[in-house]
């Protein structure tokens, strides 16, 4: 009794281990039933029929990353290239996941590798660098269409690294020294003859400023000139004015006759001190004529 009792327990145990299955959050198990497909676990509890029903395949319904083996392409100016990329898939229909191809993995591994190729055939070296969008793009494409049978979504594929050989290497480098050279010249040409223009400008304000100043000083010069001549011209006006109201007041006829002779003895004494030779008036008259003269010549510039 007891040991029947024991192999009922240990068939309960089997048949309880067989049939309640607890399935993991983001996975997905195939159930088959005599072998053929019967249904998709989903997380959770779930229950088999024990030595019927038989879990085939067990998926992760996470994003998965799948790193491409690298390889050789040749691009279309007959240059090789060593290209190595990472592709990022996830399984969507568990049931043809497991039953769409024998492996889904390699396969989609193989077309990444021969839509690489594909693609870095048809550009030339120089644009397989700069267009790594359209070659991530055209390989995502090309993936996706054919992983739709495999139960599979390809999410992004994105290429690691580009390797040229290294005499390209060398040539580029070349290049890219020569490039950088030729724009510090450039740069430092620029320089140069933005130098002699800021110069040439300075020189032009400064001998305008100069020409300015010059013209200034030549017109406050005259503006001088032409006031002290007006100044003496009025001084010389009032000296006139004074002398002739001096004249019209009395005993002005008799100062300008004594002045008159007076300069007339000094204009005699000046002259006798110059020459050693003197000349005298044959007749002194001739004094009192000349002071007879200059007061008629007052007299008629006062009438």
Same mark, same amino acid.
């Given at each position: 009794?007891?040991?029947?009792?024991?192999?009922? $327990?240990? *068939?309960? %145990?089997?048949?309880?281990?067989? !049939?309640?299955?607890?399935?993991?959050? @983001?996975? *997905?198990?195939?159930?088959?039933?005599?072998?053929? =497909?019967?249904?998709? $676990?989903?997380?959770? #509890?779930?229950?088999?029929?024990?030595?019927?029903?038989? $879990? %085939? =395949?067990?998926? !992760? #319904?996470?994003?998965?990353?799948?790193?491409?083996? !690298? @390889?050789?392409?040749?691009?279309?100016?007959?240059?090789?290239?060593?290209v190595d990329g990472i592709l990022y898939f996830q399984v969507t229909d568990p049931m043809r996941a497991s039953y769409g191809s024998s492996n889904y993995i390699i396969a989609i591994t193989q077309l990444?590798?021969?839509?690489?190729?594909?693609?870095?055939?048809?550009?030339?070296?120089?644009?397989t660098f700069e267009e790594r969008e359209i070659i991530n793009s055209a390989v995502v494409q090309a993936l996706d269409e054919a992983a739709l049978n495999w139960g599979v979504k390809v999410l992004r594929y994105e290429i690691k690294d580009l390797t040229p050989p290294a005499e390209i290497l060398r040539a580029m480098q070349a290049q890219i020294t020569a490039e950088r050279d030729k724009r510090a010249l450039i740069a430092a040409s620029e320089g140069r003859r933005q130098e002699q223009i800021n110069i040439a400008t300075g020189e032009r304000e400064a001998s305008i400023a100069r020409s300015e100043g010059e013209k200034q000083a030549e017109?406050?010069? %005259?503006?001088?000139? %032409?006031?002290?001549? #007006? *100044?003496?011209?009025?001084?010389?006006?009032?000296?006139?004015?004074?002398?002739?109201a001096a004249i019209q007041s009395p005993g002005g006829e008799q100062a300008v006759q004594l002045k008159v002779a007076e300069k007339a003895v000094e204009a005699y004494a000046q002259l006798a001190q110059k020459n050693n030779t003197m000349i005298v008036p044959n007749n002194m008259g001739e004094v009192s004529g000349l002071i007879g003269t200059a007061m008629a010549l007052i007299k008629g510039g006062k009438a």
């Open positions: 009794m007891e040991l029947i009792a024991l192999v009922i $327990l240990i *068939a309960a %145990a089997i048949f309880v281990i067989q !049939s309640v299955k607890v399935v993991p959050q @983001q996975n *997905a198990w195939v159930v088959e039933r005599l072998g053929k =497909y019967h249904a998709t $676990l989903t997380p959770g #509890l779930s229950f088999l029929v024990p030595f019927v029903d038989r $879990l %085939a =395949y067990r998926h !992760s #319904l996470k994003e998965i990353p799948l790193d491409v083996p !690298s @390889q050789i392409c040749i691009t279309k100016d007959n240059t090789q290239l060593t990444a590798q021969t839509t690489l190729r594909s693609v870095i055939g048809r550009m030339e070296l120089d644009k017109i406050n010069k %005259a503006e001088g000139e %032409a006031a002290a001549i #007006l *100044a003496v011209a009025g001084a010389s006006a009032e000296a006139i004015r004074q002398i002739a």
